[in-house]
């Protein structure tokens, strides 16, 4: 049983930053991808940013250049530095262990 627990969200003004950290349990965290995902009231899931076991990371176009995705594997840890943020960045992020571990999600609200 995996479990991945999310924190570090909460009300930012727009411009500010915000960092969530992911902390797993249960798995063998180095071998596998860690993702971000955010979700909105009403609408789909949206991947945001990935990493991979080897350190590759893709990002999704609304977020390049803001936001940094990064994992420490002795720590079983990764992070979403988040700045410059905007309004629209407003959501319950959630992290999650591919391909099908989920942690309960943490808000995030940033105010303009």
């Known amino acids: 049983q995996v479990q991945l627990v999310e924190s570090g969200g909460g009300v930012v003004q727009a411009g500010g930053s915000l960092r969530l950290s992911c902390a797993a349990s249960g798995s063998i965290f180095s071998i596998n991808v860690m993702a971000w995902y955010r979700q909105v009231p009403g609408k789909q899931r949206e991947l945001v940013a990935f990493?991979?076991?080897?350190?590759?990371?893709n990002y999704a176009n609304s977020v390049k250049g803001r936001f940094t995705i990064s994992r420490d594997d002795a720590k079983k840890t990764v992070w979403l530095q988040m700045n410059s943020l905007k309004f629209e960045d407003t959501a319950v992020y959630y992290c999650?262990?591919?391909?099908?571990?989920w942690g309960q999600g943490t808000q995030v609200t940033v105010s303009s």
């Open positions: 990493i991979t076991s080897g350190g590759t990371r």
């Open positions: 999650k262990q591919e391909p099908r571990w």
